[in-house]
């Protein structure tokens, strides 16, 4: 599976984006995909995850009731949808596929990653 991660950008404070994951292949509904983030000199964190069908979800704490992410699996596209961004979201983000999710969080235990996105958040 190849990933490739888009709609990054510059937005202000309390703005919003929408990032996308497409995948190639043809076994995008068997993964659950997850998103992370890496802030400057930071370790990259987990931000959300969504199960192969959309049928559960987990999210951070830090983007809990501002971030949902969501998948079509007709356009092999999983996506994050970011409101009311803060200057602390400030970050790249990365799509990832897990074949045989267990934490979801753990960044290990994911197979294929996107080349990250850049997103700033300014105040």
């Known amino acids: 599976v190849q990933l490739q991660a888009s709609g990054g950008g510059l937005v202000q404070a309390g703005g919003s984006l929408r990032l996308s994951c497409a995948a190639s292949?043809?076994?995008?509904?068997?993964?659950?995909m997850g998103w992370f983030r890496q802030a400057p000199g930071k370790e990259r964190e987990f931000v959300a995850a969504?199960?192969?069908?959309?049928?559960?979800?987990y999210y951070a704490d830090s983007v809990k009731g501002r971030f949902t992410i969501s998948r079509d699996n007709a356009k092999n596209t999983v996506y994050l949808q970011m409101n009311s961004l803060k200057p602390e979201g400030t970050a790249v983000y990365y799509c990832?596929?897990?074949?045989?999710?267990?934490?979801?969080?753990?960044?290990?235990?994911?197979?294929?990653w996107g080349q990250g996105t850049q997103v700033t958040v300014s105040s």
């Open positions: 969504i199960s192969w069908n959309g049928g559960w979800d």
């Open positions: 990832a596929a897990d074949s045989a999710p267990r934490s979801w969080t753990n960044e290990w235990e994911y197979d294929y």
């Open positions: 292949g043809r076994t995008f509904s068997r993964y659950g």
